[in-house]
């Protein structure tokens, strides 16, 4: 684990006294709103429909037990006794109060956390790959990288008053699960020649004009990184449009100026950057890198696995679907749905936190990552282990067996907290994994992404669902719109819009008929809801979705 | 022709608590939307909106909200309004969850 050095922790303490005095400024009244608005926003405190939220983030969706149970610790005595996990590896507290939340940021600060940079247009918490250094198909481990670029991005001088947020992710396996194609700047770690260096995937983006990126160098070498991404950000800051905030991303910048010109104005402005970077940054990444060391995997004879997985049906599907190969073939990493059938996509109670704390310390070198998915992962695990983690999940409600099925969907907190939403998206994500529930359906449909956004914005990814659905609100009422096709990983593509949108009664019906439908269309269980589509183009699916115009029609 | 005025209420979120509150007739902020003052014109409403500035040292964001006059007051025509007025729909959070006290 990487742990703050005394700069790191001043700096932290310094914000929050700093903070702390403005939020008093703020009560006695020597601070307008408008004044502490940005104050506020810069400390991830937002104001939504019902409350303040305070948004922390959670560095390439790293934890400890100790920083687990301080989230538990700050869910109860704080809020409402429980934390939403979201796609951008936060965790968002939905309750608290304007006067508890500097006591809550020097909570964190004790555990090494904040909320720093988690809103605003400066660089945004870097993400990675939720199963970094554990994962059986990785080149190298992609913190180092994200946290070498949270280092040299966090209160950068020139990176404060971007045109607008700005995002990166970074990979360290070919299988794409950091979405890095539609991320600002998306760093894929790749080999050529034993040598290891970065893919550099610029200008994607969700929200109302999503784009998949593009490369902008195939082979970046590792020691040009900083300089490389500083000419990147510089070129963007320049040339990225202030006029208009829905044209200020990069994605936009890179659409408008077309790939090649940015490629070359990124590569003159590089020749300026490179010469400043000197190595120093390469022996801050030696060290980072040390910090993130595997753990002394301890060798155990994987029998009890096979045993349990043998006699237990529960324990198989679980097995089955909520693990994923390690590199150390008598490891596993285990995947803690937050998706129980019916539940809040992300939510974790205290207690919950507590226990995923636990199991974290006692079998898995003390190690918990927070997925896009918004799912918990325990990425180091003796095999030997799975049975005792298994039961112990199960007695705190943590044991669904949904991982990349109907049910494992993405929804953003949408109109039942957030202040942009246009619809809610929870209660649709609810409905949907209550009805594959009863329907007992889902390990035959096999793997399906189901993303969620209560508006335009798109915080829930539904554009690179393979089924997206976007609340929006039509003359007054809730409205629903589904996109076919999406997919986040690297063969990432934007869904099509299917048709006109659905109430909130006609979605969960209509999503039924598509996903049992395509039970029909495939070619076999191999054949996923994606590759169907791919095969068969939208037309059968509009069909399912539609019925009444296919008859109109006939 | 101008479009014709639809009742408004005035409505913002406390500045300590962050919960939804109504302006009332007597210039008191309510967390119960029946017991805000349903405004009848513009230039009434503007005013309010006005006043309710001033009055940042109480609240945030305040802005004005459709509302219709019902039974026992001003009653939202939108849902995010009716939303605001209970809490998520995911648990029983927020004023769904505490009893309202009458101003
Ligand atoms: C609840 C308060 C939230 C607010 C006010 C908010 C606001 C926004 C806005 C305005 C955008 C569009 C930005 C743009 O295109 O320039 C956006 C995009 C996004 N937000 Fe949020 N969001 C919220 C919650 C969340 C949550 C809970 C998540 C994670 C579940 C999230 C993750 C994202 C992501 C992934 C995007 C994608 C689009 C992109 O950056 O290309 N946001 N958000
Ligand atoms: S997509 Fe819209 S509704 Fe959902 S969290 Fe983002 S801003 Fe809010």
New interface residues.
């Given amino acids: 684990m990487y742990h703050y050095n005394d700069f790191d922790d001043a700096f932290v303490r310094e914000r929050v006294s700093q903070f702390r005095a403005q939020v008093e400024r703020r009560i006695s009244g020597a601070l307008t709103e408008e004044e502490f608005k940005p104050l506020r926003l810069m400390n991830g405190l937002y104001l939504q429909l019902h409350a303040y939220m305070l948004r922390v983030a959670i560095p390439y969706g790293t934890l400890d037990s100790r920083k687990m149970r301080q989230l538990a610790y700050i869910a109860e005595r704080w809020d409402k006794g429980y934390g939403h996990f979201t796609t951008r590896q936060n965790i968002q507290f939905n309750w608290p109060r304007l006067r508890d939340v500097p006591d809550i940021l020097e909570a964190l600060a004790d555990v090494e956390m904040h909320a720093i940079q988690t809103s605003g247009n400066t660089i945004r918490n870097v993400t990675a790959d939720h199963f970094a250094g554990a994962a059986a198909d990785e080149i190298a481990d992609p913190r180092p990288v994200a946290e070498l670029l949270r280092q040299w991005s966090t209160d950068h001088p020139q990176f404060q008053f971007l045109p607008r947020k700005f995002k990166i992710a970074v990979s360290g396996s070919r299988n794409d699960r950091a979405v890095t194609r539609a991320h600002d700047i998306g760093l894929e770690i790749v080999e050529r020649d034993g040598a290891i260096g970065y893919r550099v995937i610029v200008g994607g983006g969700l929200g109302r004009t999503p784009m998949i990126g593009k490369v902008l160098r195939e082979f970046l070498p590792q020691e040009d990184l900083l300089a490389y991404v500083e000419a990147v950000v510089s070129t963007w800051n320049l040339l990225g449009r202030r006029d208009n905030k829905f044209k200020s991303r990069i994605k936009i910048t890179v659409h408008e100026h077309g790939i090649e010109d940015i490629s070359r104005l990124v590569e003159a402005e590089f020749a300026q950057t490179r010469p400043g970077f000197a190595g120093a940054d390469r022996a801050m990444l030696a060290r980072i890198e040390a910090a993130f060391a595997p753990p002394a995997f301890v060798a155990k004879s994987p029998a009890p696995h096979a045993a349990a997985r043998a006699s237990d049906p529960v324990y198989r599907a679980w097995a089955d679907t909520n693990l994923t190969a390690h590199r150390q073939p008598d490891h596993a990493i285990v995947t803690v749905s937050l998706k129980a059938h019916g539940a809040t996509p992300g939510d974790a109670s205290a207690d919950q936190m507590r226990l995923l704390a636990d199991l974290a310390e006692r079998y898995a070198y003390d190690e918990l990552r927070i997925s896009h998915e918004q799912n918990v992962i325990l990425p180091h695990v003796a095999r030997a282990d799975l049975p005792a983690i298994h039961a112990a999940l199960t007695q705190a409600g943590l044991a669904t067996a949904n991982v990349g099925l109907v049910s494992d969907i993405i929804a953003c907190p949408g109109m039942d907290y957030c202040s942009l939403a246009t619809a809610r998206s929870i209660p649709i994500a609810q409905q949907i994994a209550t009805r594959f529930e009863e329907l007992k359906v889902e390990h035959d449909v096999g793997p399906l992404k189901i993303k969620i956004s209560g508006c335009i914005n798109a915080c829930g990814h539904h554009h690179v669902g393979h089924i997206g659905i976007l609340g929006l609100d039509r003359a007054g009422v809730e409205n629903y719109q589904v996109t076919l096709g999406g997919d986040h990983t690297e063969t990432a593509a934007i869904g099509e819009r299917a048709g006109p949108g659905f109430s909130a009664d006609e979605i969960i019906p209509a999503i039924e008929r598509l996903v049992l439908g395509y039970l029909d269309l495939r070619e076999g269980r191999d054949e996923t809801f994606l590759q169907a589509y791919r095969r068969l183009g939208p037309a059968p699916f509009k069909a399912l979705l539609y019925p009444e115009a296919r008859s109109d029609a006939a | 022709m101008p479009r014709p005025f639809t009742p408004k209420v005035v409505t913002a979120?406390r500045?300590?608590?962050?919960?939804?509150v109504w302006r009332t007739a007597s210039g008191d902020w309510s967390p119960d939307l029946a017991q805000a003052e349903l405004i009848a014109d513009a230039a009434t409403a503007e005013l309010r909106l006005l006043e309710a500035a001033a009055e940042?040292?109480l609240v945030?964001?305040a802005y004005l909200a459709d509302a219709a006059a019902g039974a026992d007051g001003p009653e939202p025509?939108?849902?995010?309004e009716a939303?605001?007025t209970r809490?998520?729909?995911?648990?029983a959070?927020?004023?769904q969850a505490e009893p309202q006290e009458k101003a």
């Avoid at chain 2, 025509?77 to 995010?80: A, D, G, P, S, V």
């Avoid at chain 2, 809490?87 to 648990?91: A, F």
């Fill in positions: 979120n500045l300590l608590e962050g919960d939804a940042a040292h945030v964001g025509t939108h849902f995010r939303f605001r809490g998520p729909s995911n648990y959070h927020g004023k």
